[in-house]
């Protein structure tokens, strides 16, 4: 196969690292990681090895304390700069030498003024898709999966964390200090995960901590008291959590994900802390991926699919477990309307909404949508309505395990499913689901009496029929967000002003309600909630929530005028992924 991955220079011809062991110092005066990357080989290897790398510089690379040939070839669009090292015979490792790029698309450097204590300077990582080159040279493709230990040197005052078991810290030199870590179980590269600030924590349970700035952990600790019941009710669903423990870290808002999986260290956004535990489904989420994703992961950016689809499926049955059906209900009720905007999102570029996806030329940032998550979930509740839930609970459990620390594709899926299920697929005509664009018509649609009760209310708005402001201040956040979700798009401003009037709106803590208020508001050109668009624009870098909402100012003048003056504002502090979608939905605007 040589070359698997569309993605990545990784051949799986030459010998593959199984091993990394990292010596790197954070410098916030010059935004760059710089040390040494030694790759361990499980055999001793020769000939040629390609790396992946972006934005690197490449000091040295040497074996034994001998050189190592490299050559660092041209920029590639997407991919970067391949490397390749000649090894002689023999070598069971060779240590790289080498430095980040400021612009690193891996990293982002915050200064104490976008923190939330506003002392210390802040870094973080986020490697998915495709940017763990950017933070050391590897074989960047989530089938090449390797275990590592790492120290990190830091300015002494601030606190490292990673996507690993902590080994300790001591000083390194005068006003550093060496934080170690070690991940015993293989992971793809993508969840390699660091940060370092000013940190505090708090024990939630025997194999839980959260971590985050000392001015919101408490609040943090708060909110996500009830992770170790979650992590209990997953495993009873999906066998053993396999990576001793669960911890979570809270960034500073500008982090661009509502969360991300790193196995031992789930980054999360503040956007959570919404002061009554409303939002911490995100946590179920990333969670779960410590089964789906993390245990048995996409092979590649083309099947994504079966980290995220499955793990939106698997989501969906803890809050079952946990709450019950009508709150699952009302968390697919709320997906359909993300995966409803993806399509029409992708209408121009329908290929992206197919499930096996074609990735070759096509950078996975800009393929990410909710596609992969929603649908690919629904297919999976299609074959469990199929199947019986007991029979398709046992398949799972017993795919997890005969793909556990194993990287697959989509066919190796199926081949399980049809060994344990012969003539599934084609009853539930797969093929539609896995390589046709949109969703099949008979997709399985999910209802009970709370939601069909607040679809009621929304279709009568356009009526002229308002719903008893009592009824819907007594609402759940995720009830309130489905009738949102459910009125028209666009309202008067007597419309507006009577939502916001009697259901306090703007003053709202939970993010998935305020946010989903003010796309409507903006969109309606409600220039009372503009002043509250343009904080959050300000304050918060979470992808969900600025590339909707400078894509609503997009549907009036003063609403395309206020975009503009906040984007120019707010550009600097968005990760580089925010910005590219801020920048997308700008571009859209009529000239």
């Known amino acids: 196969m040589a070359c698997p991955d569309p993605h990545s220079c990784f051949d799986d011809s030459q010998s593959r690292a199984r091993h990394w062991r990292l010596r790197l110092r954070v410098d916030f005066e010059r935004k760059v990681l710089s040390g040494e990357a030694e ?25 034994r304390e001998a050189d190592v040939p ?64 950017s933070v050391l040279p590897c074989q960047d493709s989530p089938s090449a999966r390797v275990t590592f230990e790492a120290e990190l ?25 060496a934080w170690r870590f070690g991940m015993p179980q293989p992971i793809p590269s993508y969840l390699f995960a660091l940060a370092v600030g ?9 194999r839980c901590r959260v ?32 990576w001793q423990r669960y911890d979570m870290l809270v960034l500073p808002p500008s982090f661009p994900y509502g969360g991300m999986e790193n196995p031992r260290m789930t980054f999360l956004t503040p956007t959570l802390l919404a002061g009554d535990r409303s939002l911490v489904d995100v946590v179920a989420h990333e969670l779960a991926h410590s089964w789906t994703g993390n245990l048995v992961t996409n092979a590649t950016a083309e099947h994504f699919w079966l980290n995220e689809g499955f793990t939106v499926w698997a989501e969906r049955r803890i809050l079952k477990a946990l709450r019950g059906e009508e709150a699952a209900s009302l968390a697919w009720a709320i997906g359909q309307k993300a995966l409803d905007e993806e399509l029409k999102r992708f209408k121009d570029r329908p290929e992206l909404t197919r499930l096996r996806a074609h990735l070759e030329g096509v950078d996975p940032d800009d393929a990410y949508s909710a596609v992969p998550y929603e649908k690919g979930a629904r297919f999976l509740a299609c074959l469990e309505r199929a199947a019986g839930q007991a029979e398709f609970d046992a398949f799972v459990k017993s795919y997890l395990a005969r793909y556990r620390f194993q990287s697959v594709a989509t066919e190796d899926f199926c081949r399980r499913v049809e060994e344990r299920f012969p003539g599934l697929l084609a009853k539930v005509d797969a093929d539609a689901w896995l ?6 018509s008979d997709a399985p649609r999910f209802c009970s009496p709370r939601l069909n009760a607040l679809a009621a209310l929304a279709e009568d708005w356009p009526k002229g029929r308002r719903p008893d402001p009592a009824l819907l201040r007594a609402a759940k956040p995720e009830e309130l967000l489905v009738f949102l979700q459910r009125l028209p798009q666009t309202l008067g401003p007597a419309d507006c002003r009577w939502l916001d009037d009697n259901l306090g709106l703007t003053g709202r803590g939970n993010y998935e309600v305020l946010v989903q208020w003010l796309r409507l508001a903006a969109a309606s050109g409600y220039q009372p909630a503009f002043e509250r668009v343009r904080r959050l624009l300000l304050e918060v870098g979470r992808m969900k929530y600025v590339r909707p909402l400078y894509l609503a100012l997009g549907k009036t003048p003063p609403g395309r005028a206020l975009a503009r003056r906040v984007f120019s504002e707010a550009a600097g502090s968005y990760h580089v992924l925010t910005r590219r979608a801020a920048e997308s939905a700008l571009a859209g605007y009529p000239a």
């Open 39 to 63: 790759l361990r080989f499980e055999r001793p290897a020769q000939g040629p090895l390609d790396l992946d790398t972006k934005g690197l510089t490449i000091l040295s690379a040497s074996c």
């Open 70 to 133: 490299f050559e660092l070839e041209g920029e590639r669009p997407i991919l970067g700069r391949r490397l390749r090292l000649r090894l002689p015979p023999g070598t069971r490792s060779v240590a790289i030498r080498y430095e980040t790029s400021p612009e690193a698309m891996g990293l982002q450097w915050l200064s104490a003024a976008q923190t939330e204590g506003k002392r210390k300077p802040f870094l973080f990582s986020q490697c998915q898709a495709i940017h763990a080159r």
């Open 153 to 177: 040197d830091v300015p002494e005052g601030l606190s490292a964390v990673m996507g690993a078991g902590p080994l300790g810290d001591a000083p390194s030199g005068p006003g550093r200090r």
């Open 198 to 206: 000013e940190l505090s924590s708090r024990e939630l349970s025997s």
């Open 211 to 242: 971590w985050a700035e000392p001015a919101c952990v408490d609040k943090a600790a708060w909110e996500f008291a009830g992770v170790e019941s979650m992590l209990a009710a997953a495993e009873s669903l999906f066998g053993p959590y396999e």
């Open 435 to 440: 390589n046709k664009p949109g969703m099949p």
